[in-house]
């Protein structure tokens, strides 16, 4: 079946514009999430979906980013205003419940450069 | 809050010999999971192995085996009869058992040499 996928594969945008990243996860996966890859940072986990509520949103860098789910399946996660340091690989990833039990799948990430 | 170290920025190994990386990991809890994830230059994160840390027995998936030692907080991942497909980044990674957030080290990079 089909894997987790995100779009677009590459973004580049303007210092001060806004981005949206698409995540589609697996077909049936309830639990949907979306992590950081930096090279300072490496990677870092931003928010987590089970079902269309995020109960956890810790790890959203600042009041800039915000995410949603909408019926149970697609996300977006917006960063408005981008900054150079917003510049990383945004991955998404998917699992069948939001536990240990459950493998988490991950899609092939957007690279997002900000100039 | 959950740690995880790998001391190992780099490492490579010949085509069909073995190779170790290490993990260790910072945690106050009884019950959690561990991961590797193998991340090649298509960028996809990939599954290797997993390992419950109420089982005492260590993890293996074909040519992939983990040793597991709980008190010392270790987690190294033992690849064997490395192919050339096995050229990626390795993430060792922490669950808490309650949890649904994965903690990441920072990665090792290998290459496998023909």
């Known amino acids: 079946g089909a894997g987790v996928s995100q779009s677009p594969s590459n973004k580049v945008t303007e210092k001060g514009k806004d981005v949206e990243l698409r995540c589609d996860p697996i077909s049936g996966h309830t639990a949907l999430y979306w992590y950081r890859q930096s090279l300072g940072q490496g990677l870092e986990f931003l928010i987590y979906?089970?079902?269309?509520?995020?109960?956890?949103k810790s790890g959203l860098p600042s009041d800039r980013f915000s995410a949603e789910r909408t019926g149970g399946s697609v996300s977006t996660l917006t960063i408005q205003r981008t900054q150079q340091e917003d510049s990383a690989v945004y991955l998404c990833?998917?699992?069948?419940?939001?536990?240990?039990?459950?493998?988490?799948?991950f899609g092939p990430g957007t690279r997002l450069t900000v100039t | 809050a959950q740690t995880v170290t790998q001391s190992q920025p780099e490492m490579s190994v010949q085509e069909a010999e073995t190779v170790t990386l290490s993990c260790t990991y910072d945690t106050s809890e009884n019950n959690y999971y561990l991961f590797w994830y193998k991340q090649p230059p298509s960028r996809q994160m990939i599954l290797v192995i997993r390992?419950?840390?109420?089982?005492?027995q260590n993890a293996t998936e074909n040519r992939f085996s983990v040793n597991f030692q709980k008190a010392a907080k270790s987690f190294s991942l033992k690849i064997s009869d490395s192919q050339l497909g096995d050229t990626a980044m390795y993430f060792c990674a922490f669950m808490g058992a309650g949890s649904y957030q994965l903690t990441f080290g920072k990665g090792t990079k290998l290459s496998v040499i023909p």
């Open positions: 390992q419950e840390a109420y089982k005492q």
């Open positions: 990833a998917s699992s069948l419940s939001g536990s240990g039990t459950y493998e988490q799948y």
């Open positions: 979906f089970q079902g269309n509520s995020a109960p956890d």
